[in-house]
DNA sequence: GGCCAGGACACCA
DNA sequence: TGGTGTCATGGC
């Protein structure tokens, strides 16, 4: 599956769990901490994850912070709106039509199975959570992921297009790795942290923005340039 | 004007 | 199971 699997798998653990520290600890002496998810409650942070797929950061807070203006950043007050009031809201964040279909299941779910809290939606083990995520629709991987970590602060490590692309360039995986196992590439080596897991996916997602654009100089990614300096 | 952004899903072979 | 098209605004 992922480079050097030829190797015991002792040994392949080992030798990935030193890899990630080293990744981890230049990531974080270079760029420190990042204290994210930039969101004042979990309600806020799963609609940013709704809000923010195939999407940059500052469109999908702009959206939010339409919702806020109006007093809207709550289930009942989501799903007081009609269909063209949430689309006209949302979009700045782009795909509006479809991200106000997914962040109305999303309501509709917990309103119906929850009976509207959230709090209860979240408060167990991550991966009922995780498994009940994956049968919304419009929430999938990468967001149940999101959702987990940072609104239920449980340790579910999130893989994005950065993970991926900084990992598949430096020949750590293989470019046809799926997202479970690239998931699982980090959850076996690291130590189920929370504060670990949002730390480094943000920090990858930091190095991204700054040095892992498609075009231009992105190929090696700055990771490498800082690796061999 | 073109490329890209903190994806998910339907459809097809 | 894997590849491809679609959804769409805003920044650079």
């Not at 204290?35 to 994850?49: M, Q, S």
């Not at 269909?83 to 309103?111: N, T, W």
């Not at 196992?181 to 991204?208: C, N, S, T, W």
């Amino acid at each position: 599956m992922w480079n050097g699997a030829g190797r015991g798998r002792t040994g392949l653990r080992a030798k990935r769990k030193e890899l990630l520290r080293e990744v981890y600890d230049r990531l974080m002496a270079d760029l420190g901490p990042q204290k994210w998810w930039p969101a004042e409650t979990p309600f806020e942070v799963i609609l940013g994850a709704i809000l923010t797929q195939n999407t940059a950061w500052k469109n999908a807070a702009a959206a939010i912070g339409n919702l806020r203006r109006n007093g809207l950043l709550s289930l009942e007050g989501i799903l007081g709106l009609g269909a063209q009031e949430m689309e006209a809201l949302i979009r700045p964040s782009g795909f509006y039509r479809q991200k106000a279909k997914k962040v109305k299941a999303f309501c509709d779910h917990v309103g119906t199975n929850w009976n509207g809290s959230i709090e209860e939606f979240l408060s167990r083990d991550m991966e009922s959570l995780r498994t009940e995520l994956l049968t919304i629709r419009g929430i999938g991987r990468e967001t149940a992921d999101s959702i987990v970590l940072y609104a239920a602060f449980q340790p579910s490590f999130v893989v994005d297009t950065y993970t991926y692309r900084i990992f598949s360039r430096h020949g750590w995986i293989e470019e046809s790795v799926s997202y479970d196992d690239l998931r699982e590439y980090f959850m076996e080596a690291l130590d189920p942290k929370v504060q670990l897991f949002q730390e480094f996916h943000a920090l990858l997602v930091r190095i991204g923005h700054l040095y892992c654009r498609k075009t231009a100089f992105c190929q090696p990614c700055s990771l490498r340039v800082f690796f061999d300096a």
